[in-house]
T-cell receptor, first 115, second 118 residues
Framework: GAGVSQSPSNKVTEKGKDVELRCDPISGHTALYWYRQRLGQGLEFLIYFQGNSAPDKSGLPSDRFSAERTGESVSTLTIQRTQQEDSAVYLC?????????????FGSGTRLTVV | AQKVTQAQTEISVVEKEDVTLDCVYETRDTTYYLFWYKQPPSGELVFLIRRNSFDEQNEISGRYSWNFQKSTSSFNFTITASQVVDSAVYFCALGGGNSGGSNYKLTFGKGTLLTVNP
């Protein structure tokens, strides 16, 4: 596609429920990133995928968070047993190769609200 | 550890005023990159500029200009003759360092909310 597409754009869920967020990267981009943006905060790194290499999951805040990516296509970020502190905008980005200097292209994000 | 500080949480100006957004960073890398992103109300982060740590030449792009000073670890962003459409959150970011193996990560500041009033 022309840009990074994320769905849903907004999600309201009850505390304790599981949610799944989707990211469609730009076609041909081998690197994919998930970041979290809490209200009034900068972006926090969550996870990085590069081709078929093992992902860097060092930013995932707890074992309730997981992410998958099939090859160089769609990625899903799953949050189990959601808590109110999980409320944030979840941003996905992709790039041609996995180095920051090449610059990321970000999606518009999924705004998650846990009530 | 890397750190990016944007001390200005919110700035409000009147249209046509010039405004400077401050960014100070910390890194142990000797080579690194600095970025500015714009986040309009739609939420998508828009890339504005990337600067290599070896290149301290100031850059101007239309009404935007950037002042990189390695001696003070600052990468400030100035908008000249601001317009209402400039209203957004602006993020400074640091990444691509030459130490460690995770040069793909970007470290972001907390952002500055710029409101340009007509």
């Amino acid at each position: 596609g022309a840009g990074v597409s994320q769905s849903p754009s907004n999600k309201v869920t009850e505390k304790g429920k599981d949610v799944e967020l989707r990211c469609d990267p730009i076609s041909g981009h081998t690197a994919l990133y998930w970041y979290r943006q809490r209200l009034g905060q900068g972006l926090e790194f969550l996870i990085y995928f590069q081709g078929n290499s093992a992902p860097d999951k060092s930013g995932l805040p707890s074992d309730r968070f997981s992410a998958e990516r099939t090859g160089e296509s769609v990625s899903t970020l799953t949050i189990q047993r959601t808590q109110q502190e999980d409320s944030a905008v979840y941003l996905c980005a992709s790039s041609l190769v996995g180095t920051a200097p090449n610059g990321y292209t970000f999606g518009s994000g999924t705004r998650l609200t846990v009530v | 550890a890397q750190k990016v500080t944007q001390a200005q949480t919110e700035i409000s100006v009147v249209e046509k005023e010039d405004v400077t957004l401050d960014c100070v960073y910390e890194t142990r890398d000797t080579t690194y990159y600095l970025f500015w992103y714009k986040q309009p109300p739609s939420g998508e982060l828009v890339f504005l500029i990337r600067r290599n740590s070896f290149d301290e030449q100031n850059e101007i792009s239309g009404r935007y200009s950037w002042n990189f000073q390695k001696s003070t670890s600052s990468f400030n962003f100035t908008i000249t003759a601001s317009q209402v459409v400039d209203s957004a959150v602006y993020f400074c970011a640091l990444g691509g360092g030459n130490s460690g193996g995770s040069n793909y990560k970007l470290t972001f500041g907390k952002g500055t909310l710029l409101t340009v009033n007509p």
